[in-house]
């Protein structure tokens, strides 16, 4: 299991990244596709392009496996998970945000990894699974790696002083629908 909620670890933190990462495969293969006028050896560069594709499919089927665990898990779990993956948050950050004392949050934090982590193995989705999938890949398999070493793979990008900027508040993210479903919206001011 410990495996299991490394590898959760690793697709939260890569979340946010993963838009970029997929944009820059799509822009890679274009190039690719542009320059195979030019180049001779043109099974190597569809091999690429099909390299890149797939490697773009992987985030975008990270992004679903996130969106879905996120729907699954009780309210407060969910809430710390989605702070996590979204935005670059300390822990203390998210407990103030949500109004939790620090020790509540860093404890149902942990819980809430293995509670996704439950999630993802009743959709068949174990250590093995990612281990296939994700294991040579730069962003979510450099994550992991961290994730095995205990280090925080979440990083800071930045003071977020200027909440305008980042507009961090959870009414936004579930106007949104970005974060619960509507049924669940309404005790998002509960702490339950």
Known sequence: MDDLICWVTAILAAYRRLPRAVAACKQTSRSLAESGFYCEDTMGLVGKMIECNARSESYINAKVLVDKVLEKLPLRYAQILYLRAH??????????????????????????LKKAACALLAEGYDAKW??????????IGGYYEQAKKGADVFGRAGKLSDSKKLMLRIEDAVAARLLLPDKRAAAIGCSD
């Not at 935005?87 to 860093?106: C, H, V």
């Not at 990612?130 to 962003?139: I, T």
């Open 130 to 139: 990612f281990e296939k999938r994700y294991s040579g890949d730069v962003l």
């Open 87 to 112: 935005y670059p948050l300390t822990m203390e950050e998210i407990a103030d945000k949500l109004e939790y004392s620090k020790r509540s949050a860093f404890r149902w934090y942990g819980e809430a």
